[in-house]
């Protein structure tokens, strides 16, 4: 049996590849692209059918962070010219998640930049659910603000959130070369803390980093093993003015091979293609729809997304369907096991639609016609030739600005 037929079956059985697996599939060539897709659509229509689950950003507060994460266009001394703004007021996000509930969103996304939120700051946000939750008491609310202090999980939790968006976002191995302000450690303890407290773990990556094969594996491993309920992939966008500015790794072929490796390792698991799709997917944005169940509507962070209207036209006519209100996101046994773990019953069953949630996460973002070597970051042949800065553009419109938003 070839590769990609014991991956298939793997997956239709709910286990997970072996390391080696994984990276073979990071390696296979743009000649068997399509073969990888379709792999992997077998596998997603197996958990999720044909329903995309659709998730809308928020963005509370903007800019100003004190960390230095090297990605993020929100970062201690990035020259990005983004939005920046501070606390928005309940009424105010609560407009703003009524026009991505408008468009389709199941799940809306509060997110904050920051290194952590006070207590002060957990009172806000609990403010902002309730706004959200009086206008449609059916929305789910995932949150993303940052480490987690002991406790805050669990206010977050009564107060009625969903989920808990952190990133790992690369390997434990690496964490050290793209932040220095927190460790791999404390956002592994952040994850904890909101699982702990009965929220649905929304955890990911970034890829385009410049990392390695191994690193992408490693940190999808690691995911699986924190038992994430979603995985967000960004694909880093590599904003004008931050550390990362010439890191133009990606292809739309890379892209949809590290797709297809996060649907292996996580056969009954949310994988969400976050940030970064428009700018590396491309006009392929459409076969990542074969491997991964949820996207987010509209813009992000601190970057345009394509109009709303056109994501939805996507989804139909790759013949797919948004994701009703009242479906389960996740298969039953996983649905089980998260209400379980909430001590509930089944409230936060559904994977977190928050996926580039984190205060770095949704505006970050992968590489090659061929596969590197194993021991070498992946580059894209021609990259850095075109590096297609024109792709990126920044959020001047929803949240924070006077203009409406792209839902």
Known sequence: MDLLDTLTAKGLRGEIPTREEALAVLATSDDELLDVVAAAGKVRRRWFGRRVKLNYLVNLKSGLCPEDCSYCSQRLGSKAEILKYTWLKPDQAADAARAGVAGGAKRVCLVASGRGPTDRDIDRVTDTMAAIKEADPQVEICVCLGLLSDNQAERLKAAGADAYNHNLNTSEGTYGDITTTHTYADRVDTVQKAHGAGLSACSGLIAGMGESDEDLVDVVFALRELG????????????????????????????????????????????????????????????????????????????????????????????????????????????????????????????????????????????????????????????????????????????????????
């Open 228 to 407: 994430s309920d979603s995985v967000p992939v960004n694909f880093l966008i590599p904003f004008e003015g931050t550390p990362l500015a010439k890191e133009w790794n990606l292809t739309p072929q890379r892209c949809l091979r590290i797709l297809a490796m996060v649907r292996f390792v996580n056969p009954d698991t949310e994988v969400r293609i976050a940030g970064g799709r428009e700018v590396h997917l491309r006009s392929m944005q459409p076969l990542g729809l074969h491997i991964a169940n949820s996207i987010f509507l509209g813009d992000y962070l601190t970057s345009e997304g394509q109009a709303g209207q056109a994501d939805l036209d996507m989804i139909k006519d790759a013949g797919f369907e948004v994701e009703g209100a009242g479906e389960a996101t996740l298969p039953r046994h996983r649905a089980d096991v998260a209400a379980a773990a909430a001590g509930s019953c089944g409230t936060a069953a559904s994977a977190c639609g928050g996926g580039g949630c984190g205060p770095c996460g949704g505006h970050a973002h992968t590489p090659e016609a061929e596969a590197a070597p194993a021991a070498q970051a992946p580059t894209a042949e021609g990259a850095a030739d075109e590096l297609r800065s024109d792709l990126v553009k920044v959020r001047r419109r929803g949240a924070g600005t006077e203009l409406a938003p792209n839902a």
